[in-house]
Antibody, heavy 121, light 107 residues
């Protein structure tokens, strides 16, 4: 079964750090680009970061650039998001999602269940 | 960044009704438009990709259409399990962006 399982969320004070992990199974992780997408309470979806299969290409949303770092370990079938200098507005459920393609059309076909990050004093 | 505008933001409807949700892009995105369904407390689920292609396992009552800037998600006959929030997403250019969602509620 194709599966993504996030972990590492929790309560952190403003200015603090947190590292999220996403464990992949049931598919060849090293062949796929991956994304982090977040959803603030009661709000819509916001793309956070993208990493290509070989880590050669990385993108960040402007809202997290310079504070968050995406990485992956293909040997461990794992995706990571290091979050530093956290702010109240980073409070959200964080999802990892697989970047799939059909011909040239990309989409997020597989999602994890999400991990909750709460930034509060 | 490309802005995605969904309408309506919510709608109340009944089982068996035909439902249409619209998504408009701030610039042409060809057919790089995807639709997701999200139920409370759950992750989004892909329904439609490339504007009109049905994801494997998704019931045929769901369909998508459009290209350029205007897109539509249609549910031909709403079922009880379809009450959820629906999001569009453009994958034409980085950063990928989502619409704010359309909540389909029971009348």
């Amino acid at each position: 079964e194709v599966q993504l399982v996030e972990s590492g969320g929790g309560l952190v004070q403003p200015g603090g750090s947190l590292r999220l992990s996403c464990a992949a199974s049931g598919f060849t992780f090293s062949s796929y680009s991956m994304n982090w997408v977040r959803q603030a309470p009661g709000k819509g979806l916001e793309w956070v970061s993208y990493i290509s299969s070989s880590s050669s290409t990385i993108y960040y949303a402007d809202s997290v650039k310079g504070r968050f770092t995406i990485s992956r370990d293909n040997a461990k079938n794992s995706l990571y998001l290091q979050m530093n200098s956290l702010r109240a507005e980073d409070t959200a459920v964080y999802y990892c999602a697989r970047w799939d393609f059909c011909t040239s059309y990309p989409y997020l076909a597989v999602w994890g269940q999400g991990t909750t990050v709460t930034v509060s004093s | 960044d490309i802005q995605m505008t969904q309408s309506p933001s919510s709608l109340s409807t009944s089982v068996g009704d035909r439902v249409t949700v619209t998504c408009r892009a701030s610039q042409s995105i060809s057919s790089y438009l995807n639709w997701y369904q999200q139920k409370p407390g759950k992750a989004p689920k892909l329904l439609i990709y490339a504007a009109s292609s049905l994801q494997s396992g998704v019931p045929s009552r769901f369909s998508g259409s459009g290209s350029g800037t205007d897109f539509t998600l249609t549910i031909s006959s709403l079922q009880p399990e379809d009450f959820a929030t629906y999001f569009c997403q453009q994958s034409y250019s980085a950063p990928q962006t989502f619409g704010l969602g359309t909540k389909v509620e029971i009348k």
